[in-house]
């Protein structure tokens, strides 16, 4: 019995031969091309989304940076403001803030974009608050006051302008001071 099978798959295998059909069982030469080609369109596709996540993700990074270190900078200065006994703007990039202990805080800018904006203590310690600054101005806001008749200036108005990497933050704020300057 097992010699009846095999020569009928002899025979078959034979006539297979004879007829120019052959039994594959893998891909010819182009569809692998083909298979290629696809698969390579899908990687490069894949990659250039990747580029662009992780350039966001890059962006973001700096934005956040930059947010937190503008928000640092001028939370230091406007605490220093509302608690000042004496404050003098001494340029539009610069301002002395007297505290209630009779310590002295300077703030200032150099005015060159990409400087830092310096602090100076009572002590004469120096140190760079925020570094890539492109604008810091101290401007006092004038008011009318009914008890003087005139313009009195109880309010700062604070700005500061970071660049960080390609990300910029620019904070504005306005502070009441504790005594008219």
């Not at 002899?10 to 006539?15: A, D, G, P, V």
């Not at 052959?22 to 091309?33: H, K, P, V």
């Not at 698969?39 to 250039?48: D, F, N, P, R």
């Amino acid at each position: 019995m097992r010699n009846d099978h095999h020569e009928r798959r002899l025979r078959r295998s034979h006539r297979l031969r004879q007829s120019g059909r052959r039994n594959r069982s893998g891909f010819t030469l182009i569809e692998m091309l083909i298979g290629m080609s696809l698969l390579v369109m899908i990687l490069t596709a894949l990659g250039i989304s990747m580029q662009g996540a992780a350039d966001a993700s890059r962006w973001g990074n700096s934005k956040s940076r930059s947010l937190a270190a503008t928000t640092l900078t001028i939370n230091r200065i406007c605490s220093d403001l509302r608690q000042a006994d004496g404050v003098t703007v001494n340029s539009a990039n610069s301002v002395t803030i007297v505290l209630p202990d009779g310590g002295q805080h300077v703030y200032s800018w150099s005015g060159v974009v990409g400087d830092s904006i310096q602090y100076i203590d009572e002590r004469g310690a120096t140190g760079a608050m925020v570094d890539n600054v492109e604008l810091f101005s101290v401007e006092p806001v004038q008011e009318f006051s009914p008890v003087t008749g005139g313009q009195t200036t109880t309010r700062v108005r604070v700005t500061v302008h970071v660049r960080q990497d390609n990300a910029e933050t620019r904070l504005s704020t306005t502070v009441r001071l504790r005594r008219r300057i």
